[in-house]
């Protein structure tokens, strides 16, 4: 079972779970105390690091699971989203569904992967 390598990525990773974070508060108009920031970013970087596996068995390495939860900052992270970390690991489950799939992916679920792919391409 592959580990995320802390030691090559955790600060990247923590620093991507900390803007995650500092958006779903100031989104959500809670606390925006470096103290509340730090341990909202730690629980989203304990979700995220659950990830690691499936990526590597896909053939990926744990840049993608850094690139991703920026994503999730960057793009996912708006409405009333909360400091829940149930909606960061929905958020993110779904995104990586996309690059390293859990499952046999349907007729139907590939024709949306290629219309993303063609679309990416633009």
Request: proline share 2%.
């Amino acid at each position: 079972m592959h580990k995320f390598d802390d030691t090559r990525y955790g600060t990247s990773l923590l620093y991507a779970c900390t803007k995650a974070a500092s958006i779903a508060l100031r989104v959500h108009g809670g606390s925006n105390s470096s103290d509340v920031v730090e341990t909202v970013a730690s629980s989203f970087a304990d979700c995220a690091r659950t990830y690691a596996n499936r990526l590597h068995e896909a053939g990926l390495d744990d840049r993608v699971l850094v690139d991703a939860v920026h994503f999730v900052a960057d793009l996912l992270t708006h409405g009333e989203v909360g400091t829940d970390v149930r909606w960061f690991d929905a958020s993110l489950d779904a995104l990586l569904e996309l690059a390293a799939p859990s499952r046999r992916r349907t007729p139907d679920a590939q024709r949306f992967i290629d219309m993303m792919a063609r679309q990416l391409q633009v």
